[in-house]
């Protein structure tokens, strides 16, 4: 039994799996966040067999802005809980419903 | 193979611990674990570049930042509040949906082709790891970044402009201070009406 890119996609799905239930039970926000960057680096990991199993560098140029851009999604969403914790001492994201009207 | 499977036990193991730990640093540590044996995996795709820019930008810079935050928010201050387990709620739903997923997942596995038909293979192209401007070496991935692939390039240093711009708006500096406009600024935050309601 080899391994092939069938295995890095199930490998792949499971991480993002873990990344979703992660976001959707936690209440922590950081930890959320984190589970944000765990489905984008399932994400990461999926372009990466599929620019192996093709042998085409689009793939790792395109694993490259994904990494720009969980570093710009981890900065803004980390400042906004250090805004809503400078004015209301909790972070919790369910107590967070100023936008829910 | 018996690196692929390890690698993948541990990266599955790893970012389960990140996600059930109660305090946020120990799930720190879970995604650094993660993320390292994430490089790991990388390099047994020949994606030499990206595996040490997986080490240097997420293990270095990203948690960090994560870890600057979390040092920020606990100093002081009790933990964050809890409230009732939400798994039994939603654990039908999601159970559903997880099985969805990976049907089809598996049907596309089997039924289509994932990987370049055996004919337009070009896998001995790939070359050997290590060697200069092979598939995923330095040369290789530099050489694509500043010729094809440019316009990608570009728009990622625009997104990192509108991150540090979007970062020191949000969580700027709201103290007294002599710079442009701080008055403006000041009199905008006392119409602020709290962000938390009360007595949840």
């Known amino acids: ?101 | 193979m018996i690196a692929f499977y390890a690698l993948g036990l541990v990266l599955i193991a790893s970012a389960i611990f990140t996600i059930t730990q109660r305090s946020p640093v120990y799930s720190v540590v879970g995604l650094l674990v993660n993320f390292i044996t994430l490089a790991a995996l990388y390099f047994t795709l020949n994606a030499e570049f990206l595996g040490v820019i997986q080490l240097v930008v997420y293990s270095g810079a990203i948690l960090m930042l994560f870890v600057f935050v979390i040092a920020l928010l606990s100093s002081g201050i009790g933990p964050f509040s809890e409230g009732p387990n939400r798994l039994p709620r939603i654990l039908a739903p999601a159970l559903l949906a997880v099985v969805i997923a990976f049907g089809f997942l598996a049907f596309g596995v089997l039924h289509a082709p994932l990987g370049p038909p055996a004919s337009a293979a070009r896998t001995a192209s790939v070359g050997t790891v290590g060697s200069a401007n092979v598939f995923g070496s330095v040369g290789d991935f530099g050489t694509a970044l500043f010729t094809t692939q440019l316009l990608p390039f570009e728009i990622t240093a625009f997104v990192l402009m509108v991150a540090v711009v979007g970062v020191v708006t949000i969580a700027g500096d709201a103290s007294p201070s002599p710079t442009l406009g701080h008055h403006v600024r000041r009199k905008r935050g006392k119409e602020r009406e709290p962000i938390v309601k009360a007595g949840r």
């Open chain 1, 1 to 101: 039994m080899t391994v092939d890119v069938s295995n890095y996609i199930a490998l792949s799905a499971v991480m993002f799996f873990i990344g979703v239930a992660g976001v959707v039970l936690r209440r922590n926000p950081l930890i959320a966040l984190m589970a944000i960057e765990l489905m984008l680096n399932a994400a990461n990991l999926a372009l990466v067999a599929f620019a192996r199993a093709w042998a085409n560098n689009a793939g790792h140029v395109f694993v490259f802005l994904v990494v720009t851009v969980a570093a710009a999604e981890a900065a803004i969403g980390l400042a906004i809980v250090v805004a809503v914790f400078r004015r209301a001492k909790n972070v919790d994201v369910d107590e967070v419903a100023r936008l829910h009207g």
